[in-house]
C-alpha cells in the first residue's frame, strides 16, 4: 500500500518541483482559497492558539495574522515540494545569511555546533547552509511512516550535502563522529510539544507553561557541542534570511535546562516580531493543563495598593 500511494503521489510533486515559482505561487493563493476558505482546515487550531497568546491583541489583530499565517503556510509547503527541482545555486539565492562567517569562524577553529531553529518561517531551505561550510552536515528528524518518501526525503536533503539522522539513532552517529574527531554540525527543530509521559521540563513559552523538548540541550552537553540559534526572517515570497546567534560557548557549564529556555526565549523574540510566520496549526499548547506541580508558577501576590 506503501508503495502504491508514493506511485500515486511521486508524480504530482515531481511536476511541482519543475515549475517556475511564478506558477508555484499562483497555485500557493489557490490552495488557500480552499483550505481556509472553503475546508477551514485547523483554522480553530490557529484561531484558539493565537487567542491565549496574544490575549492583549483585538480579534481583529488575530484574524489578521490567521490570513497571513494561512498564506504563508501554503507558500512553505509548496516550497518545500519544489525544493526537489532546485538547483544549488537557486537555493542560495532564495536562502542568504548576514553573518555566515561566525559559523564558518568557529569551524576553523575545529568547534562543532548545533543548529536550533523553531517551525518559523522556512525551515527547509536551511539546509542550503551544508553548501557553505566544510562540516559534515546531520539533520535529526522523525522518519516518515511511508519508507518510500522517507527516503525520497532523504534523497533530497543528500542533494545538499545533508545525512539526517531519527531522534533515536541520533545519541549513536554523534558519539560515534565525536570520538573519530569528525567536524560537524547538527540541526535540530526544538519547538514542538513532547509527550506528557516522556517530558523532562516544563517552563514557560509565550506566556504559558509547557513542555519543552531538552534532546538539543543534552546532545550539546554529552558532546561539547555549541548550541547556535538560526534567526529566520522572510523578506518578501520566496525570498528568507538567515541569522546566526551563539546560544552559549560552554555548553557544559550551563545549569540544567539553560540551553532550552535560551532557546525558546529566541524563538519568542521571533514569533513576536511577526507572528504570522510561525506553524500555528501545531497544537503546541495542548498540555497546558497538565502541568506538574513542581513546575507550576506562584501565583502574583495581591497589590496593597
Given at each position: 500500500?506503501?508503495?502504491?500511494?508514493?506511485?500515486?503521489?511521486?508524480?504530482?510533486?515531481?511536476?511541482?518541483?519543475?515549475?517556475?515559482?511564478?506558477?508555484?505561487?499562483?497555485?500557493?493563493?489557490?490552495?488557500?482559497?480552499?483550505?481556509?476558505?472553503?475546508?477551514?482546515?485547523?483554522?480553530?487550531?490557529?484561531?484558539?492558539?493565537?487567542?491565549?497568546?496574544?490575549?492583549?491583541?483585538?480579534k481583529e489583530e488575530r484574524l489578521l495574522i490567521e490570513?497571513?499565517?494561512?498564506?504563508?503556510?501554503?507558500?512553505?509547503?509548496?516550497?518545500?515540494?519544489?525544493?526537489m527541482g532546485m538547483s544549488k545555486k537557486e537555493i542560495?539565492?532564495?536562502?542568504?545569511?548576514?553573518?555566515?562567517?561566525?559559523?564558518?569562524?568557529?569551524?576553523?577553529?575545529?568547534?562543532?555546533?548545533?543548529?536550533?531553529?523553531?517551525?518559523?518561517?522556512?525551515?527547509?531551505?536551511?539546509?542550503?547552509?551544508?553548501?557553505?561550510?566544510?562540516?559534515?552536515?546531520?539533520?535529526?528528524?522523525?522518519?516518515?511512516?511511508?519508507?518510500?518518501?522517507?527516503?525520497?526525503?532523504?534523497?533530497?536533503?543528500?542533494?545538499?550535502?545533508?545525512?539526517?539522522?531519527?531522534?533515536?539513532?541520533?545519541?549513536?552517529?554523534?558519539?560515534?563522529?565525536?570520538?573519530?574527531?569528525?567536524?560537524?554540525?547538527?540541526?535540530?527543530?526544538?519547538?514542538?510539544?513532547?509527550?506528557?509521559?516522556?517530558?523532562?521540563?516544563?517552563?514557560?513559552?509565550?506566556?504559558?507553561?509547557?513542555?519543552?523538548?531538552?534532546?538539543?540541550?543534552?546532545?550539546?552537553?554529552?558532546?561539547?557541542?555549541?548550541?547556535?540559534?538560526?534567526?529566520?526572517?522572510?523578506?518578501?515570497?520566496?525570498?528568507?534570511?538567515?541569522?546566526?546567534?551563539?546560544?552559549?560557548?560552554?555548553?557544559?557549564?550551563?545549569?540544567?535546562?539553560?540551553?532550552?529556555?535560551?532557546?525558546?526565549?529566541?524563538?519568542?523574540?521571533?514569533?513576536r516580531e511577526a507572528p504570522e510566520y510561525y506553524f500555528?496549526?501545531?497544537?503546541?499548547?495542548?498540555?497546558?493543563?497538565?502541568?506538574?506541580?513542581?513546575?507550576?508558577?506562584?501565583?502574583?501576590?495581591?497589590?496593597?495598593?
Amino acid at each position: 500500500m506503501q508503495l502504491v500511494v508514493y506511485i500515486l503521489v511521486y508524480p504530482l510533486l515531481w511536476l511541482i518541483s519543475r515549475l517556475p515559482f511564478k506558477v508555484i505561487y499562483f497555485i500557493s493563493d489557490g490552495v488557500y482559497v480552499l483550505l481556509y476558505h472553503i475546508i477551514g482546515y485547523r483554522k480553530k487550531v490557529v484561531r484558539n492558539n493565537l487567542a491565549l497568546v496574544f490575549p492583549e491583541k483585538t480579534k481583529e489583530e488575530r484574524l489578521l495574522i490567521e490570513k497571513k499565517f494561512f498564506r504563508h503556510m501554503c507558500d512553505i509547503f509548496l516550497e518545500m515540494m519544489k525544493t526537489m527541482g532546485m538547483s544549488k545555486k537557486e537555493i542560495q539565492e532564495r536562502f542568504t545569511v548576514t553573518n555566515m562567517e561566525m559559523l564558518n569562524g568557529l569551524e576553523k577553529k575545529g568547534i562543532n555546533t548545533m543548529l536550533m531553529l523553531p517551525h518559523y518561517a522556512s525551515w527547509e531551505w536551511v539546509l542550503s547552509l551544508n553548501l557553505q561550510i566544510i562540516s559534515k552536515g546531520y539533520g535529526i528528524y522523525q522518519k516518515v511512516e511511508n519508507k518510500y518518501f522517507d527516503k525520497l526525503v532523504r534523497d533530497i536533503r543528500g542533494k545538499y550535502n545533508t545525512e539526517l539522522i531519527s531522534t533515536r539513532e541520533s545519541r549513536k552517529i554523534l558519539e560515534a563522529a565525536k570520538e573519530s574527531k569528525e567536524l560537524l554540525m547538527v540541526g535540530i527543530i526544538s519547538d514542538q510539544s513532547p509527550m506528557v509521559s516522556r517530558a523532562k521540563y516544563w517552563t514557560d513559552f509565550m506566556g504559558i507553561v509547557v513542555p519543552a523538548h531538552v534532546g538539543g540541550e543534552e546532545i550539546c552537553k554529552n558532546n561539547d557541542i555549541i548550541p547556535v540559534y538560526l534567526k529566520v526572517k522572510k523578506l518578501r515570497r520566496g525570498y528568507y534570511q538567515g541569522t546566526f546567534k551563539i546560544l552559549t560557548e560552554n555548553p557544559t557549564e550551563v545549569p540544567d535546562y539553560g540551553i532550552t529556555d535560551a532557546f525558546l526565549r529566541e524563538t519568542e523574540k521571533s514569533i513576536r516580531e511577526a507572528p504570522e510566520y510561525y506553524f500555528w496549526t501545531h497544537k503546541r499548547w495542548k498540555h497546558k493543563d497538565k502541568v506538574p506541580k513542581e513546575f507550576q508558577q506562584e501565583p502574583a501576590e495581591a497589590s496593597n495598593a
